[in-house]
């Protein structure tokens, strides 16, 4: 039982549409906050590629091959750790069912590797069947540095955290291992509807 | 192992306000009591968590303003169109209760083997964090060079002025303010943004492997990395916090 904040009302936010899309502890935003814990690299396209490896066949797109497979836009909320989330964002990428194959993944992890030495966990099954993409556009646009570019992982129904900024390679494991907020506190999963935010939660 | 040392659950903890201090006619600092508080680092932050009466609650974070061992304090700047600052920095008094939980976050911190020379750049209330820093070096007996620029829109918003100065008299950092907006008659410091003109002029050589900290809004923190790393500091040197989004609550 949480004790009560003396005085403190809480600005009632206008809930229409919204209901049942924002997870606990979140607010709305019409923003769309910068968070990274190191600066923003700019990485060109044709220094840019893609790879798979690890305990999957190995495999690297350079960019032009990448923007040649097939991609989907894809409308989702939004939810970052630090408290803000933003409804109905649009962005362009390629799903990881495309990246990763067909193959059973059952019991396998993938960590996910950027530019600037961030890395960030998943289960592999959380990013297949139609959950997870990488993403080079948002809201028609491609996608910019701060924000990622020229891509990153989208992983809509995790913390935000997880959906890696510059993501540049993907490490399928048979085993978990902490990335880089892991190791630092954060929870290893990252439900924002359980709000685990923090080891422990 | 690292990795045992942040496992522990991190619970929400009654804590009371033992006392507020007005730091700028937007800023006030709130030194709150938290009972079981495990230690913190210099430059982490912590959860609040306020309850309205129908229970409707709103969750924040906020940089630590203290240094380790010392009690625990944040320093909240009222935004106008916020919903948790304003009453923190308006309604809150000493004797009230909030909930906490922290310390959160292990990468924008500083500790004294951590070494330097120590360049700590901050637009507005992104002083908050480095000025734990600045405090733990103090506390620790530290003499690691430490340069501290400081971007503030006018005299009256500079945070922890008075501190400031002291270590600047006596403790061996440089401290450099920038006012951006506005300059009270005869200033001769620095009037600009945080640009690559006065960062080549001021932050230490990457000759020397410095250690940077910035620390401020999205657009500030932004610039002020990128002009770093285009000075030669390595992308793992640079360590950052940003805060609001463009102009977020």
Known sequence: MSSVSRGFRGRRRDVGGEEGRVPPGQYVTQDFPVLSAGPTPHTPHDQWSFSVEGAITPRTWTWEEFRSLPSETVTADIHCVTRWSKLDTVWEGVSLDTLLGQADRGGMFVMAHCDGGYTTNLPAQDVLGGQAWVAFGYGGQPLPPEHGGPARLLVPHLYFWKSAKWVRRLLLLDHDMPGFWETYGYHNYGDPWREQRYSGD | ?249
């Open chain 2, 1 to 249: 192992m690292a990795r045992a040392a942040v496992q522990r659950r991190l619970t929400w903890q009654l804590a009371t306000v033992d006392a507020v201090t007005d730091e700028t006619p937007r800023v006030r600092t709130l030194t709150v009591g938290v009972p079981g508080w495990p230690g913190h680092q210099a430059g982490q932050h912590l959860d609040i968590r306020l309850t309205a009466e129908d229970g409707y609650q709103a969750e924040r974070e906020y940089s630590v303003a203290s240094a380790p061992g010392e009690p625990v304090a944040i320093t909240v700047e009222r935004l106008d169109d916020g919903e948790v600052s304003p009453y923190l920095t308006q309604e809150l008094q000493a004797g009230d209760e909030i909930e906490v939980r922290g310390p959160v976050g292990g990468y924008f911190v500083w500790r004294p083997e951590d070494g330097g020379p120590l360049l700590l750049i901050a637009g507005g209330s992104g002083i908050v964090p480095l000025r734990a820093m600045l405090r733990h070096r103090q506390q620790t007996g530290s003499t690691v060079p430490t340069r501290l620029i400081y971007s503030a829109r006018t005299r009256q918003d500079v945070i922890y002025s008075a501190e400031l100065m002291e270590l600047q008299q006596g403790d061996g950092v440089d401290v450099v303010l920038t006012l951006t907006r506005e300059q009270p008659p005869g200033w001769d410091g620095h009037t600009g943004r945080v640009d690559a003109e006065l960062l080549r002029e001021l932050a230490w050589p990457a000759g020397q492997d410095p250690l940077a900290y910035v620390c401020g809004p999205t657009a500030f923190a932004e610039a002020v990395s990128a002009t770093l790393v285009g000075l030669g500091y390595p992308p793992q040197r640079v360590r950052i916090e940003r805060f609001g989004g463009t102009g977020g609550p």
